[in-house]
């Protein structure tokens, strides 16, 4: 056999690594989706069937190493089809109009006497501002924007805090109330107020009240979300997509992807505002990763941060009216890059 024909191309008794070699060559030129749909015949005795499904190269020649390593693969014949095809997802319909959506959550300021709760929007900083009685709002930006995008660009955490006190020679601290410590656990000047992260707003308690403040943030946290159209044209339908993909497909080639959506009110659709996308392979190992360092670790349990920055390194995330179309673009381009 020299060659696989357009659509479907018939085997007889080949050998299974000649097979792989000839997909290969195809990929050169053809794009889309390739199938192995037969048996597989050793010592002329022995038969299994086989049903396989790749879409590049590199996923077939993973899938022989891998059943070579667990069996002798250098005598395997196959006889069966190879089916090509160039359409593998169904059409997307999308509505003609449609300019994109925005959630918006709106939390009411509350000063009381041992708690202070920002109002929505940079709650850290509006904190910090009602302590030193200047405004580092602008300051504040520039800090957060100074991290890379897969480093959580543009978010403030708990861990930051001490990177904040070093670059304006600030003293804050936030209360971990679960370990009943705060973090940093030294500064060189205690203040009156310090952070407490509720529901990852960050607002502020007094240091010699803490559990006076707590309570009075859980009677006193007013919290509204809701969601908005940039126009009043928004986008009406999303249909789903049909992708034929076997399970026996290794993990460096299979990514896993999540679609964040809210459903209108009018029409109970759904409508997509975000998606993130991660390869299983890198996925597994960074997780085997964080269970070999802590092995105490529950499933319910939070991922320890500086875990949960390195994930967010291998996750992508698109945003905007277009967030499937963008995921899908880089999905046709992972071959070309790798």
């Known amino acids: ?33 390739t199938e ?8 002329t005795e022995h038969k299994q069937k086989m049903q396989f499904v790749g879409f590049n190269a590199k996923t077939f020649h993973n899938f022989f190493a ?9 005598d ?14 169904k059409e997307i319909k999308k509505s003609k109009k449609g300019s994109g959506v925005t959630l918006l959550k709106k939390i009411n300021e509350y000063a009381g006497i041992n708690c202070f709760i920002p109002s929505d929007g940079y709650w850290f900083v509006k904190g910090v501002n009602r302590l030193l009685n200047e405004d580092y709002t602008k300051e504040f930006q520039d800090f957060i924007n100074s991290f890379s995008k897969s480093n959580r660009k543009g978010v403030m955490t708990t861990v930051r805090i001490c990177e904040f006190n ?28 310090v952070f407490y992260l509720h529901k990852s707003h960050f607002c502020l308690i007094r240091r010699k009240n803490k559990t006076l403040g707590i309570r009075e943030i859980e009677d006193n946290y007013d919290e509204n979300v809701w969601r908005t159209c940039r126009d009043d044209n928004a ?3 999303v249909s789903p ?45 960074l997780l085997d990763r964080i269970k070999n360092n802590f092995p105490d670790l529950n499933p319910t349990d939070s991922i320890p941060e500086e875990f949960y920055n390195k994930l967010m390194n291998i996750v992508e995330i698109f945003v905007g009216k277009d967030c499937i179309d963008q995921m899908l673009q880089r999905l046709g ?6």
Not at 36 to 43: A, N, P, T, W
Not at 266 to 281: D, F, G, Q
Not at 333 to 338: A, M, R, S, V, Y
């Open 235 to 237: 986008v009406t339908q």
């Open 333 to 338: 381009k992972i071959d070309q890059k790798e």
């Open 76 to 89: 395997w014949y196959f006889s069966g089809k190879i089916i090509l095809r160039r359409n593998n997802f």
């Open 241 to 285: 997509l049909k992708l034929n993909v076997c399970p026996t497909i290794h993990d460096d080639c299979l990514y896993a992807w999540d679609c964040e959506t809210y459903s209108e009110k009018e029409t109970n659709k759904a409508i997509p505002y975000s998606c993130t996308l991660i390869n299983l392979e890198k996925l597994r190992k």
């Open 66 to 74: 891998t059943v070579d390593v667990k069996s002798d693969a250098s």
């Open 166 to 193: 070093k670059k304006f020679n600030t003293y804050f601290q936030i209360y971990m109330p679960k370990h009943r410590y705060f973090q940093p656990k030294k500064v060189s000047e205690e203040l009156d107020w």
């Open 36 to 43: 192995l749909d037969g048996e597989i015949i050793q010592d």
């Open 1 to 33: 056999m020299n060659e696989i024909l357009d659509d479907e191309t018939f085997i007889s008794n080949e050998l299974f690594f000649s097979i792989i070699n000839l997909i290969s060559d195809k990929f050169d030129t053809f794009k889309g989706q």
